[in-house]
């Protein structure tokens, strides 16, 4: 019963925002078009039940007139019929896709917002597969939302009209029970509860592991589309590295965590089938054998036989409700859980925001261009391993950083650069001082060239003479004609051409702090020194941070840093470079 109130509590919170949005008008009136087809179906069902009496009372007493003219009746009443099935789609569908859009968007926003979907990787598996939860979760949690939604709602008002109608057509029965006489008036009424409860309870009890088993399956089947997009996305290295048999190992064992699983739904949904189709197949005659007592009885007519069993059937079905929507039900309660954890998880990564570690202050007087007090630099498992006492680097510096491999100068870099967010400590900059970080690893996306050149902004900011002008300066000259060209660039251009086309980024951007890690590391060292000598000449304001292991990396800046001391954490203080004892 708590699971059961939790998950209504999980529906709302996902599913009411949308109606008190800005949309909430548009969202409300075809919500409302929806329920009033559904209930025009309702309608239609009982005018057809009404219909049957008369109907079948014609064929008994053999009055063809009659006959006639109830069949002008009954295609009158399919015609509605029909209209309400067509609209009650369309405007289903219509609804669906608005608040999809509406939903989609919002869950973007979120997950790209604030660094969210970094901190999620941060923050390990407790999000698995955004990119499922908003492609696919958000689809299915609209659309069985709605279906099951409007379905209850028409199951709850055929349900009245049903049993008001086959309340008055059923008579009192008198039963002896444990001794005791009872006189049980609308007997059908609480045959067809009774039949429906015990049907719905056994449908629990048999279908219940169904809901884990779907909420694996989505799981499973996104951690083997991931793995698959890493093989692409990776193949010259695996190719290189000779790595098929390993991936194909490991592909092979995500998609048999998928087929152990869905042996499993197959295994729980044979039982269940079992169960419901049989359970099915008795509901189609068992009205009639409760009824057709008093027809045999003579106590009524064929139609009022008819009427009765649809009624009954009818009533039977609407409590029914949660045996024939099981498996629906079941997946829709898989696709709550997977986007409120999705939420929560979102939402720890944003509370974590609120307590950013590292709080940039921008201070209009600030004299230095960076300003680092008492850090304490930490990883999510809370050990420390950068300490930084009291730094300051001025306007137009340019700062060597060194220290052994993996001693956490990127991740001091990442700090400075916003995104980290574990460990203490104040970063100082100017109001409005820009600060950009190049990896080793530029990120490339694919697309036109001029895009990636000036990522993130559009190429449109910038006009072609000054694009052209930027990758010329890095000795890109050979692809200026190419940058209207749409490729796979990150496949296409060599990792040293990747990091030049990174610096032309820079030149573009003109940033006032700018992090090298290990930015330059693929070209060769003249090809390096002149980078570094064409930052200073075009950018000669910026203040520069660089890693490098290079030696030749000293001469190119005015000052070196060094990660000092052999445990953890390591104090970055001024002095000689970092040297690596020899082996
Ligand atoms: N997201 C993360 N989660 C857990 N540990 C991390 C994460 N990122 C980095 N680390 C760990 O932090 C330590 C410092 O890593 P970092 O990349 O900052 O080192 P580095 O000094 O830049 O190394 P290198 O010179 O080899 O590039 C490493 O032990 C690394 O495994």
């Not at 190992?249 to 169960?275: C, H, P, S, V």
């Not at 944003?350 to 630099?377: N, T, Y």
Request: one cysteine or more.
């Amino acid at each position: 019963m708590r699971a059961l109130l939790t998950l209504l509590r999980d529906i709302r919170r996902l599913a009411l925002p949308y109606f008190r949005s800005e949309e909430r008008w548009t969202a409300i009136g075809l919500l409302g078009a929806v329920i009033g087809l559904e209930l025009a179906w309702v309608y239609c069902t009982v005018l057809l039940n009404r219909w049957n009496n008369a109907f079948y009372d014609a064929i008994q007493e053999k009055d063809f007139g009659a006959f006639k003219h109830q069949l002008l009746i009954f295609c009158a009443i399919a015609a509605g019929a029909i209209c309400v099935a067509v609209y009650q789609i369309y405007l289903k569908q219509w609804l669906e896709i608005r608040w999809r859009r509406w939903l989609t968007k919002r869950y973007l926003e979120h997950w790209l917002g604030d660094d969210t979907h970094y901190r999620l990787r941060l923050s390990g598996d407790a999000a698995d597969n955004p990119d499922q939860r908003i492609a696919q979760d958000v689809s299915m949690f609209v659309s069985q939302t709605i279906s099951v939604g409007v379905g209850l709602l028409g199951t709850i008002v055929s349900l009245t009209s049903f049993s008001v109608i086959l309340w008055g057509l059923s008579g009192a029965i008198d039963l002896k029970l444990f001794g005791i006489d009872m006189h049980v008036p609308g007997y059908l009424f609480w045959a067809a509860l009774l039949y429906a409860a015990l049907g719905t309870l056994i449908t629990h009890f048999i279908g219940k592991p169904l809901v884990r088993l779907n909420f694996d399956q989505q799981r499973y089947e996104a951690d083997f589309r991931v793995d698959m997009v890493r093989v692409r996305e990776n193949s010259e290295q695996i190719a290189l590295l000779g790595g098929e048999p390993a991936e194909s190992r490991k592909l092979e064992g995500r998609f048999g965590r998928i087929l152990d699983n869905y042996f499993g739904l197959m295994k729980a949904q044979k039982r269940l089938t079992w169960f419901t189709a049989g359970y099915n197949q008795v509901s189609n005659i068992f009205p009639y054998v409760v009824v057709s007592p008093g027809y045999f009885a003579g106590a009524i007519q064929l139609g009022t036989l008819m009427q009765t069993g649809s009624a009954f059937g009818s009533v039977q079905g609407a409590f029914s409700f949660f045996i024939s929507s099981y498996s629906t039900l079941a997946e829709w309660t898989s696709v709550v859980n997977r986007l409120t954890g999705f939420e929560a998880a979102m939402e720890v990564a944003k509370r974590d925001d609120g307590a950013r570690a590292f709080p940039h202050r921008r201070e209009a007087a600030q004299e230095a261009a960076l300003a680092l007090a008492d850090m304490d630099v930490r990883l999510p498992t809370g050990e420390a391993i950068v300490a930084v006492d009291r730094l300051s680097i001025g306007k137009g510096e340019r700062v060597l950083v060194t220290g052994p491999s993996g001693g956490g100068k990127t991740t001091l870099f990442r700090a400075i650069a916003g995104i980290w967010p574990f460990g203490t400590g104040t970063i100082t900059l100017p109001q409005d001082a820009r600060v950009m970080i190049l990896p080793q690893r530029p990120y490339v996306p694919v697309g036109r060239l001029d895009d990636a050149l000036t990522y993130p902004l559009p190429a449109t900011d910038f006009d072609h003479a000054r694009l052209a002008e930027a990758l010329t300066a890095v000795g890109l000259e050979v692809l200026v004609h190419r940058l209207e060209e749409q490729a796979l660039w990150p496949h296409i251009l060599s990792l040293g051409e990747q990091q030049r086309l990174s610096i032309a980024r820079a030149l573009l951007e003109q940033p006032d702090v700018l992090l090298l890690d290990e930015a330059t590391a693929a070209l060769d060292e003249p090809s390096e020194a002149a980078v570094y000598a064409l930052l200073r000449a075009r950018l000669p304001q910026a203040t520069v941070l660089s890693i490098g292991h290079r030696a030749t990396l000293n001469a190119l800046h005015d000052r070196t840093l060094a990660l000092s001391g052999t445990g953890l954490p390591r104090r970055l203080v001024d002095g000689p470079a970092f040297q690596p004892e020899a082996a």
